[in-house]
């Protein structure tokens, strides 16, 4: 649980609005930040960051990201001025271990006030995929793009809209953040074999729904919803397919759950899904933090949960409970998994993995306990990867960088029957 929480402080945690500048003056910085990745020079490079930026990220949490960066993706070697749209300019850039997109945009300071990288998913590096072409949905202006596996079989197929989970996470179920198992590629692939097409795609601010994305203070868990809404409601008035099937994995599943409920969906299945609310979520990763520090955040959460932004924020939480970030919060701490579960009149399946170490098999179960018609099934040493592994912490985590294993024995075929069903 506690990855899911880091790897959406990640993504979010450096964008922000700013003025449009030339893309000369982002080149300099870029340079300077190449430079001082590399040498591991953290104090010269946080002397590049805006006032704001360096508010929300104190120099030794900064250091703390610098040095996880590094080991994960390896040296920054190249980068290459792309485009710039609106008040972002982007770049493609190759690090030792993986290329990613980079998102930049300076202060009027010339200081970095958003900085920060997401999967790359150009033509050039995608592997071949069979039955696979590019799909997109636009939603308010925006577009965002996915791809489209369809097998050979002729007539009407079932279509699976499968979700992504929390922070960078591609549509292959990749990250910069060092995940490489492209479990969600697999899943697709298995699907197609079963004559079961399937629809995956990247959310706003990822690959190539970059363009899509906003500014923190305009961010809002309910717009990944609409967007899921948005591929339910296009996949049900495309004549090659019978029905839709939404599928979330991870923070996906209540994604996926929402949606699932506002469309037209004729299942649904929650893949490692979250039982509870977020706030719940939260208090159980801060109960290691000193009782002033635990008080203030239970305060913090209560107002947002009310609707009420927040400007007591404890050092310690600021990074957390930002005021930035605050609107996307209120829109998420809104919703209860079991509430929302609970409201489904269509076919439910849980799937969990008993080698979670990011999501418990309790809130499978819990999710079970408030749908009781809802299917439930448990893979033994299935991790959050979706693969399976000797219950051994490293072990497990060596199954988020493994593309060439397959997925759990069983996982497909649970899925298949079902859909098929």
Not at 21 to 27: A, I, Y
Request: a positive charge; aromatic letters at 6%; glycine letters at 6%.
């Amino acid at each position: 649980m506690k990855k899911i929480i880091v790897s959406f402080l990640v993504a979010c945690s450096v964008a922000g609005t700013v003025c449009g500048q030339e893309h000369k003056d982002v080149d300099a910085v870029v340079g300077r930040f190449q430079q001082y990745f590399n040498a591991d020079q953290t104090d010269s490079l946080y002397t590049m960051m805006s006032g704001r930026i360096q508010q929300l990220m104190p120099l030794e949490k900064t250091k703390a990201m610098m040095q996880q960066l590094h080991g994960q993706m390896g040296d920054f070697n190249s980068y290459k001025y792309s485009s710039t749209e609106g008040k972002m300019t982007y770049y493609k850039v190759a690090f030792k271990n993986v290329n990613a997109i980079l998102i930049a945009s300076l202060d009027e300071n010339k200081k970095m006030d958003v900085f920060r990288f997401t999967p790359d998913k150009t033509d050039e590096n995608k592997k071949a995929e069979a039955g696979a072409t590019e799909i997109s949905m636009t939603r308010e202006g925006a577009v965002i793009h996915g791809t489209l596996t369809m097998p050979e079989t002729k007539g009407k197929v079932p279509v699976v809209l499968l979700i992504a989970g929390s922070g960078p996470t591609d549509r292959d179920g990749n990250s910069t953040l060092g995940i490489t198992a492209a479990s969600y590629r697999l899943l697709a692939d298995s699907l197609r074999n079963a004559g079961i097409a399937c629809v995956r795609y990247d959310k706003r601010g990822i690959g190539e729904s970059t363009a899509a994305s906003k500014s923190e203070e305009d961010m809002s868990f309910d717009d990944m919803v609409n967007d899921a809404s948005g591929f339910v409601a296009m996949l049900n008035k495309d004549e090659r397919f019978s029905g839709v099937i939404v599928a979330g994995h991870s923070e996906g599943s209540l994604v996926g759950m929402i949606a699932a409920g506002k469309g037209r969906a004729k299942k649904y299945i929650s893949i490692s899904g979250i039982a509870a609310p977020a706030d719940k979520v939260l208090k159980v990763q801060l109960a290691s933090f000193p009782a002033d520090v635990r008080k203030n955040a239970d305060v913090i959460m209560d107002s947002l949960k009310k609707g009420y932004s927040v400007t007591n924020i404890h050092a310690d939480l600021m990074m957390l409970f930002r005021p930035s970030i605050q609107p996307y919060m209120r829109s998420w701490l809104k919703y209860d998994p079991q509430s929302a579960i609970k409201k489904l009149k269509i076919p439910v399946m849980l799937v969990q993995g008993d080698n979670d170490v990011q999501v418990a098999t309790a809130n499978a179960q819990q999710l079970k306990k408030a749908l009781p018609a809802a299917k439930l099934v448990i893979f033994k040493d299935m991790t959050h990867a979706l693969k399976d592994a000797a219950h051994d912490y490293e072990k497990n985590l060596a199954t988020y960088k493994n593309a060439d294993l397959s997925l759990t024995p069983g996982l497909a075929s649970a899925i298949i029957s079902f859909i098929k069903k």
